[in-house]
Protein backbone atom coordinates (compact mmCIF):
# COMPACT_ATOMS: atom_id res chain seq x y z
CA UNK A 1 0.00 0.00 0.00
CA UNK A 2 2.57 2.40 0.78
CA UNK A 3 4.27 1.69 -2.83
CA UNK A 4 1.29 2.59 -4.09
CA UNK A 5 0.58 5.79 -2.52
CA UNK A 6 4.46 6.90 -2.88
CA UNK A 7 4.19 6.16 -6.83
CA UNK A 8 0.87 7.81 -6.65
CA UNK A 9 2.65 11.09 -5.05
CA UNK A 10 5.59 11.32 -7.99
CA UNK A 11 3.34 10.94 -10.54
CA UNK A 12 1.77 14.09 -9.15
CA UNK A 13 4.70 15.97 -8.49
CA UNK A 14 6.11 14.80 -12.10
CA UNK A 15 4.08 13.14 -15.01
CA UNK A 16 7.31 12.06 -16.18
CA UNK A 17 8.68 10.27 -13.43
CA UNK A 18 9.36 6.34 -14.14
CA UNK A 19 8.21 3.01 -12.62
CA UNK A 20 8.50 0.92 -11.15
CA UNK A 21 9.67 1.43 -7.64
CA UNK A 22 12.75 -0.53 -6.44
CA UNK A 23 13.43 -0.83 -2.33
CA UNK A 24 16.29 1.15 -2.10
CA UNK A 25 18.89 -1.52 -1.01
CA UNK A 26 21.61 -1.04 -3.47
CA UNK A 27 23.29 1.82 -1.83
CA UNK A 28 26.74 0.67 -2.02
CA UNK A 29 26.34 -0.31 -5.69
CA UNK A 30 25.38 3.09 -7.01
CA UNK A 31 28.34 4.70 -4.97
CA UNK A 32 30.73 2.30 -5.82
CA UNK A 33 29.54 2.55 -9.51
CA UNK A 34 30.33 6.16 -9.36
CA UNK A 35 33.44 6.19 -8.10
CA UNK A 36 34.58 3.50 -10.46
CA UNK A 37 32.76 5.99 -13.80
CA UNK A 38 34.62 8.59 -12.43
CA UNK A 39 38.37 6.64 -12.29
CA UNK A 40 37.48 4.86 -15.93
CA UNK A 41 36.44 8.03 -17.28
CA UNK A 42 39.09 10.25 -16.43
CA UNK A 43 41.83 7.31 -17.16
CA UNK A 44 40.51 7.26 -20.58
CA UNK A 45 40.31 11.37 -21.38
CA UNK A 46 44.07 10.65 -20.47
CA UNK A 47 44.65 8.13 -22.73
CA UNK A 48 42.75 9.41 -25.56
CA UNK A 49 43.53 12.61 -25.43
CA UNK A 50 45.96 12.62 -28.33
CA UNK A 51 43.62 10.87 -30.34
CA UNK A 52 40.95 13.12 -29.27
CA UNK A 53 43.05 16.28 -30.50
CA UNK A 54 43.68 14.28 -33.84
CA UNK A 55 39.95 13.25 -34.32
CA UNK A 56 38.98 17.15 -33.85
CA UNK A 57 41.34 17.96 -36.33
CA UNK A 58 40.42 15.88 -39.25
CA UNK A 59 37.02 16.84 -38.95
CA UNK A 60 37.71 20.51 -39.13
CA UNK A 61 39.66 19.67 -42.16
CA UNK A 62 36.84 17.44 -43.59
CA UNK A 63 33.77 19.86 -43.80
CA UNK A 64 32.52 23.02 -42.49
CA UNK A 65 31.07 23.18 -39.02
CA UNK A 66 31.80 23.01 -35.28
CA UNK A 67 33.96 19.65 -34.36
CA UNK A 68 31.88 18.72 -31.46
CA UNK A 69 27.99 17.73 -32.10
CA UNK A 70 25.61 18.07 -28.94
CA UNK A 71 22.03 16.80 -28.96
CA UNK A 72 19.41 16.37 -26.46
CA UNK A 73 18.98 13.11 -24.99
CA UNK A 74 16.66 11.58 -22.73
CA UNK A 75 18.37 10.62 -19.28
CA UNK A 76 17.13 9.96 -15.90
CA UNK A 77 18.44 10.83 -12.34
CA UNK A 78 17.85 8.51 -9.13
CA UNK A 79 16.76 9.91 -5.96
CA UNK A 80 15.44 8.59 -2.86
CA UNK A 81 11.78 8.96 -0.88
CA UNK A 82 10.46 6.97 1.58
CA UNK A 83 12.63 4.00 1.31
CA UNK A 84 12.48 3.77 -2.31
CA UNK A 85 14.57 4.75 -5.26
CA UNK A 86 12.84 6.80 -7.99
CA UNK A 87 14.21 7.09 -11.52
CA UNK A 88 13.24 10.64 -12.93
CA UNK A 89 13.19 11.46 -16.33
CA UNK A 90 15.86 14.44 -17.29
CA UNK A 91 17.13 15.88 -20.22
CA UNK A 92 21.27 16.70 -21.11
CA UNK A 93 22.98 17.68 -23.86
CA UNK A 94 24.57 14.79 -25.02
CA UNK A 95 27.79 14.97 -27.01
CA UNK A 96 29.83 13.51 -29.68
CA UNK A 97 32.21 13.74 -32.67
CA UNK A 98 30.53 15.24 -35.61
CA UNK A 99 29.86 12.54 -37.96
CA UNK A 100 27.30 14.39 -40.11
CA UNK A 101 27.30 17.54 -42.26
CA UNK A 102 26.87 20.25 -40.59
CA UNK A 103 23.05 21.28 -39.49
CA UNK A 104 22.08 17.86 -41.46
CA UNK A 105 17.79 17.60 -41.74
CA UNK A 106 16.76 15.22 -39.01
CA UNK A 107 13.47 14.39 -40.57
CA UNK A 108 14.43 11.47 -42.26
CA UNK A 109 16.31 9.88 -38.89
CA UNK A 110 12.81 10.98 -36.95
CA UNK A 111 11.10 9.35 -39.74
CA UNK A 112 12.81 5.80 -39.82
CA UNK A 113 13.39 5.17 -35.69
CA UNK A 114 9.40 5.78 -35.52
CA UNK A 115 8.57 2.96 -38.11
CA UNK A 116 11.32 0.97 -36.06
CA UNK A 117 9.43 1.35 -33.16
CA UNK A 118 6.14 0.91 -33.90
CA UNK A 119 7.74 -2.69 -35.54
CA UNK A 120 6.46 -1.27 -39.09
CA UNK A 121 10.38 -2.36 -40.51
CA UNK A 122 12.96 -4.87 -38.98
CA UNK A 123 17.02 -4.16 -37.87
CA UNK A 124 19.13 -6.28 -40.18
CA UNK A 125 23.07 -6.04 -41.28
CA UNK A 126 21.64 -3.86 -44.11
CA UNK A 127 18.98 -1.90 -41.81
CA UNK A 128 20.50 -0.34 -39.02
CA UNK A 129 18.79 0.54 -35.42
CA UNK A 130 19.09 4.34 -35.35
CA UNK A 131 21.48 4.36 -37.89
CA UNK A 132 20.63 4.62 -41.52
CA UNK A 133 22.69 2.59 -43.71
CA UNK A 134 24.39 4.68 -46.75
CA UNK A 135 22.95 7.74 -44.59
CA UNK A 136 24.34 10.54 -47.30
CA UNK A 137 24.63 12.82 -44.53
CA UNK A 138 27.52 11.33 -42.90
CA UNK A 139 30.91 12.82 -43.53
CA UNK A 140 34.47 10.91 -45.00
CA UNK A 141 35.69 11.31 -41.67
CA UNK A 142 32.44 10.42 -39.90
CA UNK A 143 32.23 7.31 -41.69
CA UNK A 144 35.17 6.32 -39.91
CA UNK A 145 34.41 7.52 -36.71
CA UNK A 146 31.05 5.46 -36.36
CA UNK A 147 32.81 2.38 -37.76
CA UNK A 148 35.48 2.25 -34.65
CA UNK A 149 32.89 4.00 -32.33
CA UNK A 150 35.55 6.84 -31.67
CA UNK A 151 32.98 9.35 -31.60
CA UNK A 152 31.52 8.28 -28.66
CA UNK A 153 34.37 9.64 -27.25
CA UNK A 154 33.86 12.82 -26.19
CA UNK A 155 30.58 11.66 -23.68
CA UNK A 156 33.40 10.39 -21.40
CA UNK A 157 32.97 14.16 -20.51
CA UNK A 158 29.00 13.43 -19.72
CA UNK A 159 30.28 10.73 -17.46
CA UNK A 160 32.43 12.94 -15.42
CA UNK A 161 29.26 15.70 -15.06
CA UNK A 162 27.01 12.22 -13.62
CA UNK A 163 24.73 12.91 -16.49
CA UNK A 164 25.63 8.99 -17.65
CA UNK A 165 27.67 6.17 -16.61
CA UNK A 166 29.90 4.08 -18.22
CA UNK A 167 27.60 1.43 -18.52
CA UNK A 168 23.77 1.28 -18.92
CA UNK A 169 21.17 1.90 -21.44
CA UNK A 170 21.92 3.87 -24.18
CA UNK A 171 20.25 7.87 -23.93
CA UNK A 172 17.52 8.15 -26.27
CA UNK A 173 16.70 11.08 -28.33
CA UNK A 174 13.17 12.54 -27.31
CA UNK A 175 11.69 11.92 -30.91
CA UNK A 176 12.46 8.60 -30.26
CA UNK A 177 10.86 8.67 -26.60
CA UNK A 178 7.36 10.02 -28.13
CA UNK A 179 7.28 6.52 -29.50
CA UNK A 180 7.97 4.25 -26.94
CA UNK A 181 5.54 1.80 -25.80
CA UNK A 182 4.59 2.01 -22.35
CA UNK A 183 6.94 -1.22 -21.57
CA UNK A 184 9.56 0.36 -23.25
CA UNK A 185 9.64 2.99 -20.68
CA UNK A 186 11.25 1.02 -18.14
CA UNK A 187 14.56 0.71 -19.73
CA UNK A 188 15.46 4.71 -19.01
CA UNK A 189 14.91 3.67 -15.22
CA UNK A 190 18.83 4.46 -14.98
CA UNK A 191 21.88 6.56 -15.72
CA UNK A 192 22.31 6.35 -19.42
CA UNK A 193 25.75 4.53 -20.49
CA UNK A 194 28.47 4.81 -22.84
CA UNK A 195 27.84 1.13 -23.35
CA UNK A 196 25.48 -1.35 -22.25
CA UNK A 197 24.10 -5.32 -22.28
CA UNK A 198 22.60 -4.31 -25.99
CA UNK A 199 25.68 -3.14 -27.72
CA UNK A 200 27.66 -6.35 -26.67
CA UNK A 201 24.56 -9.09 -27.18
CA UNK A 202 22.85 -7.08 -30.45
CA UNK A 203 24.47 -3.94 -31.17
CA UNK A 204 22.35 -2.33 -33.77
CA UNK A 205 21.32 -5.69 -35.84
CA UNK A 206 18.13 -6.68 -33.11
CA UNK A 207 15.02 -5.26 -33.46
CA UNK A 208 13.91 -2.44 -31.29
CA UNK A 209 11.68 -4.54 -28.91
CA UNK A 210 15.04 -6.95 -28.28
CA UNK A 211 17.14 -3.68 -27.69
CA UNK A 212 14.78 -2.90 -25.08
CA UNK A 213 14.85 -6.02 -23.39
CA UNK A 214 18.48 -6.64 -22.72
CA UNK A 215 18.65 -2.76 -21.42
CA UNK A 216 15.04 -2.95 -18.73
CA UNK A 217 17.28 -6.96 -18.02
CA UNK A 218 20.51 -4.83 -17.16
CA UNK A 219 18.11 -2.22 -14.93
CA UNK A 220 16.62 -5.10 -13.07
CA UNK A 221 19.51 -6.79 -12.18
CA UNK A 222 21.70 -3.83 -11.54
CA UNK A 223 25.58 -5.49 -10.28
CA UNK A 224 29.12 -4.02 -10.48
CA UNK A 225 29.96 -7.40 -11.58
CA UNK A 226 27.43 -7.33 -14.55
CA UNK A 227 29.12 -3.73 -15.48
CA UNK A 228 32.61 -4.84 -15.44
CA UNK A 229 31.82 -7.74 -17.91
CA UNK A 230 29.97 -5.54 -20.23
CA UNK A 231 33.22 -3.10 -20.13
CA UNK A 232 34.83 -5.83 -20.79
CA UNK A 233 33.18 -7.44 -23.10
CA UNK A 234 32.85 -3.80 -24.83
CA UNK A 235 36.06 -4.29 -26.06
CA UNK A 236 35.87 -6.92 -28.48
CA UNK A 237 32.61 -5.24 -29.67
CA UNK A 238 33.84 -1.94 -31.00
CA UNK A 239 36.85 -3.48 -32.67
CA UNK A 240 34.67 -5.95 -34.33
CA UNK A 241 33.06 -2.90 -35.61
CA UNK A 242 29.63 -5.43 -35.83
CA UNK A 243 26.66 -3.63 -36.03
CA UNK A 244 28.15 0.13 -36.16
CA UNK A 245 27.76 1.87 -39.32
Known sequence: MQQQISLDLLQRFDPL????????????????????DIVIATFLLVIFSPIMVLIAFLIAVDSRGPVIFSQVRVGSKRWTRDGFTYW????????????????????????FVASLIEGQIEASENNYKYKLNN??????????????????LPQLFNV????????????????AVNHYKNWHYERLAALPGLTGLWQVKGRSNVSFDKMASLDIKYVRNPSLLLDLKILV?????VFSGKGAV
Open 17 to 36: ALSPLVEDQEYFYYLLKRVM
Open 233 to 237: LTIPA
Open 88 to 111: QRSFFKCYKFRTMIHNADTCVHEN
Open 135 to 152: DTRITRIGKVLRKTSLDE
Open 160 to 175: LRGQMSMVGPRPDVPY
